[in-house]
């Protein structure tokens, strides 16, 4: 993510003027946003805190995946507490389909057609190729008071030349699917208002995610293969239930898959 000084500040100027955020960093360079959110929240940072990065040396994603964070990456993490979340216990394990919602929006304001998906648990996609990632993890204060880190990775406005083979064919970027140049700020601003407004919907307890989820699926009606510990799944995808599992019918059953990671879907 390369931003000229001018449009990073009027980005942090326009997400201050929101007035929901406590606090605003945004870094050169850092290991991940995760890790920089992780120290803040440790050090007792007031949320909701917003990270930015322009550069990430430790990108991460989901389990031991790693994230690539080149130009034209939007990488954030947003970190709230207890006091943003919802009391119901099995709601606050919904955080990242709310937000999965959220980012879908933000690209939508941009793309139109074709919109974002979908994938279970916490991916973008569009046209088949990744747009974004999501990675959500907590912890608990000695206090015992909960901390929440969102960390968005989105693919803006990348220049594929300097990506992976692997994930030149396998993902995509905004400015690609648009035809158009994106400015990543411009996208920050946007991006930060709906996960706000997603997050107060979750403290609400709102249950409005879940049709705007499934509209999204786009495991819906594939036959997936489902690793799941030293498992695998393989059936059709039925969609999610209300709390979250992935549905997934074999020959015999419905499984109702609390974890795992989606392999092949077709």
Known sequence: MISSALARALAQDMIRAQGWLRHLEWFDSTDST????RRAVSAKQPCPALFVAERQTQGRGRGAHQWWSPSGCLMMT???D???APADRDLRQL???YCGVAVAEAVDQWLKLPRAEVKWPNDLYVNGRKLAGILIESQTSADGDM???IGVGLNVSMQWHEAPLEIRERATCMSTCLGAPVDVCEVLVTLVSRLQQAIEQWQAGSTQWFSQWVDRCMLSGKVVQVQVGEHIVTGRCEGIAQSGLLLVRDETTVHQLSSGEV????
């Open 34 to 37: 995760n890790l920089a959110a």
């Open 78 to 80: 947003l970190a709230i």
């Open 82 to 84: 207890s006091s943003q």
């Open 95 to 97: 955080l990242s389909f």
């Open 147 to 149: 901390d929440w880190l």
């Open 263 to 266: 392999l092949r879907w077709q």
